[in-house]
């Protein structure tokens, strides 16, 4: 049995157990935590293969030319030559940021060797992905401060002293006119315009440079100048991706495969990637409550691709914990806090996840919400109208009655009622979200024995209901 298979082995009884017991969730973050560390050599190619694979959106042409080019580089006494490339845009970094590095991470104890790409020099382009303008270019000064902060954040995730470091402005810089003509002599631009987002801002009227346009042959480039076998990116680089692959034919070279992670929707659970823009982010640089508090914040659903790409969980793990959710012998809140935990401890250890688990308990399923200053909606003034006019137009906590039914249709809007013994939440379904808030409020109070203050959250905010 592989170190991987004993671990999973250990695991599982684990999961089998009281998941509710701080003893026993200790000891699964403490099993589970040390895959983080885990040589995975041992694995075959197909098992290295399928182990990436899985938690991939794509791997392109196939799992099984990973498999192989895994195998060829064995054969050589070698391992994969890996490539993810960084534009150095921001200064602080979320939990999105670090998928692709936990992934790379695997690669790494496969005993395969990545090479990060610090783009230094398209970062003064802007990659407009999945941008409606053009995106303003950074200085020098900008992306030595952004570089920094990313390798400071995401290193708990990442071991940075066995990569390799590379600035694309080596050979980017040095390229000529007459060069850059004769490599685009040879790519269709209708290939350029396969871009969704260039697509919909020429059909809107907006702006498309020609920076802008040639940014894919840029970061192309790039895998033609570092030879690669693999390249990591987003779901959202693809097209990309898949223009390193051209460019490397074109070249004469082989090939490089190409691997997309998923896109990370945000904790507000709206279905929005996860943004600082859009205020759905788990910093990598808060506190360990707060990483705890926003991770316990999110919809149900979303348990399971967060366990999947934050932790080093095994899909069969993952399933059999959703089973017992489904079948009631494991509440979803106790999956929740093993899920946050997760993170915590990856970020600040297995002693720090703790005690923000029982910073947690102690004030949000013990306490009272009285002990928390939140805004007040009258019902007198506001109970015709339903929760997500109050969500949208009272309270602000969304940007529109839309954005909040569809809070409530992914099972993110809860009313909170206390009682003598602690609280009682009650979620709202999308019908009752859009009925009048007093006529749920009564119901839902009818049903509670005990009740006493009742409290509309949305996510991580709350506001009291009188």
């Not at 200064?91 to 060797?113: C, E, K, T, Y």
């Not at 995401?154 to 007459?178: C, G, H, I, M």
Request: glycine fraction near 8%; charge should be negative.
């Amino acid at each position: 049995m592989t170190r991987l298979g004993e671990s999973v082995a250990r695991a599982g009884e684990l999961l089998a157990q009281d998941l509710s017991s701080d003893q026993t969730v200790q000891r699964l973050l403490q099993e589970t935590g040390s895959r983080r560390y885990l040589d995975l050599t041992d694995l075959s190619a197909k098992e290295q293969a399928e182990l990436i694979a899985a938690r991939t959106v794509e791997v392109l042409p196939g799992v099984d030319k990973l498999a192989e080019r895994i195998e060829e580089r064995r054969a050589a006494g070698k391992g994969l030559q890996l490539k993810l490339g960084i534009d150095p845009t921001a200064a602080d970094v979320h939990l999105g940021h670090a998928v692709p590095m936990i992934i790379l991470s695997r690669f790494q104890r496969m005993g395969h060797d990545v090479t990060l790409l610090i783009g230094d020099f398209t970062a003064k382009i802007g990659d407009p992905t999945g941008r409606t303008a053009e995106r303003p270019p950074l200085t020098d000064e900008d992306i030595a401060k952004n570089l920094a902060g990313y390798r400071e954040q995401v290193r708990p995730f990442f071991d940075f002293e066995k990569v390799t470091f590379v600035q694309n402005s080596t050979w980017l810089a040095p390229y000529t006119f007459p060069e850059l003509l004769g490599l685009l002599s040879q790519v269709p631009v209708s290939q350029l315009l396969q871009r969704e987002d260039f697509r919909n801002r020429l059909a809107a009227g907006s702006g498309l440079t020609m920076s802008e346009l040639l940014y894919p042959i840029a970061q192309g480039l790039d895998s033609v100048a570092l030879d690669c076998d693999v390249e990591l990116g987003g779901a959202d680089q693809l097209l990309n991706l898949q223009m390193g692959r051209k460019l490397m034919e074109l070249k004469g070279q082989k090939p490089q495969l190409v691997v997309t992670m998923p896109l990370i929707e945000g904790t507000d659970g709206t279905g929005a990637k996860m943004s600082k823009s859009k205020g759905n982010y788990v910093g990598l640089s808060a506190t360990a409550d707060d990483v705890f508090g926003k991770i316990m914040s999110v919809p149900d659903r979303l348990m399971e691709p967060y366990l999947k790409a934050w932790t080093e969980w095994t899909d069969e793990e993952i399933a059999l914990a959703l089973s017992r959710v489904e079948e009631r012998s494991l509440h979803p809140m106790d999956l929740k806090k093993i899920l946050a935990g997760e993170v915590v401890a990856a970020l600040y250890g297995i002693e720090a996840a703790m005690a923000a688990r029982a910073g947690f308990v102690a004030q949000f399923s013990k306490k009272s919400f009285s002990d928390v200053e939140t805004p007040v909606v009258e019902l007198s003034e506001h109970g015709d109208s339903p929760a997500t006019a109050v969500l949208s137009q009272v309270l602000g906590f969304q940007p529109s009655a839309s954005a909040a039914r569809r809070v409530a249709k992914q099972n993110g809007l809860r009313l909170v009622v206390e009682t003598d013994g602690g609280q009682e939440a009650v979620v709202l379904a999308e019908a009752d979200a859009i009925r009048p808030l007093g006529e749920v409020v009564t119901e839902t109070v009818a049903k509670v024995a005990g009740a006493g203050r009742v409290y509309l959250k949305a996510g991580r905010k709350i506001a009291e209901l009188r």
